[in-house]
């Protein structure tokens, strides 16, 4: 089994002018606005905007477009984070668990971390019986490889930032 496409790329890191900050800024606002809206709030010509989010995308700067969903509106309330400590596992079986997550429709994330939990993942639910049913299925395919999880589920959201700030 080949290894897991990641969304995150690492490598040589781009530098970013204030030109480009004030574009993606915009686009983290709100990114289905046209690229003559943002020339407009930018100040920027509408030839620079298009160019600068074209090199953007080219160079992985920008990764995806998407919409924010209110999932709780859509009969989901619950969105709970479960983290997962692996024991005796390979490149192998990491690939497996991995794939098998990402083929779950109520499993919205899913990532690998450092520290004491190996896997982070979120689960989109209706009821706590919908979420048992999915949590129980991924303890029993991968009780072999699973040590230990902690569950927290998410109550409210105060703080939704943007990747901006820091740069």
Excluded at 137 to 154: A, C, E, L, N, Q
Aim: hydrophobic share 40%.
């Amino acid at each position: 089994m080949k290894g897991i496409q990641p969304l995150i790329e690492y490598g040589e890191k781009i530098t970013l002018d204030s030109k480009d900050k004030l574009i993606l800024e915009q686009l983290q606002l709100n990114a289905r606005q046209s690229i003559s809206k943002i020339a407009k709030k930018t100040k920027l010509p509408r030839d620079v905007v298009k160019y600068r989010i074209k090199k953007m995308e080219k160079n992985k700067v920008i990764r995806m477009y998407h919409a924010v969903v209110n999932s709780s509106k859509l009969g989901y309330p619950m969105y709970t984070y479960i983290l997962f400590t692996l024991t005796n596992f390979g490149v192998e079986e990491e690939n497996k668990l991995i794939s098998y997550l990402k083929q779950q429709k109520n499993i919205t994330y899913v990532d690998k971390m450092t520290g004491k939990w190996d896997l982070a993942i979120a689960i989109l639910s209706k009821n706590f019986k919908e979420f048992d049913d999915v949590l129980r299925d991924i303890r029993m395919k991968f009780s072999h490889i699973i040590k230990d999880f902690d569950v927290g589920t998410i109550i409210q959201e105060y703080k939704y930032d943007y990747v901006t700030d820091l740069i």
